[in-house]
């Protein structure tokens, strides 16, 4: 969530309204994927893999942003 509020806060309005967003590492919850939907992201990249996928995929759909899955992880801890 820190990261998207970040992102959005670093790209500004008129910059984040209509772009696309990259995430190296999967979204656990749609709450990141919200705020970015929020500031106008189109289209968001992620590597997939969260249990919860599905609950940030219906996110999306209700959002009309299209996701992409690389399914390539390049965030480890």
């Not at 984040?16 to 190296?24: E, M, Q």
């Not at 999967?26 to 919860?52: N, W």
């Amino acid at each position: 969530v820190d990261s998207a509020k970040l992102a959005v806060e670093r790209a500004g309005a008129e910059r984040a309204a209509g772009s696309y967003a990259a995430s190296d590492a999967f979204f656990p919850f749609p709450d990141g994927l919200e705020i970015l939907t929020a500031a106008g992201i189109k289209a968001v990249v992620q590597p997939g893999g969260s249990v919860r996928d599905e609950l940030v995929i219906e996110a999306a759909q209700q959002a009309g942003v299209t996701m992409y899955f690389t399914g390539t992880r390049h965030f480890f801890h």
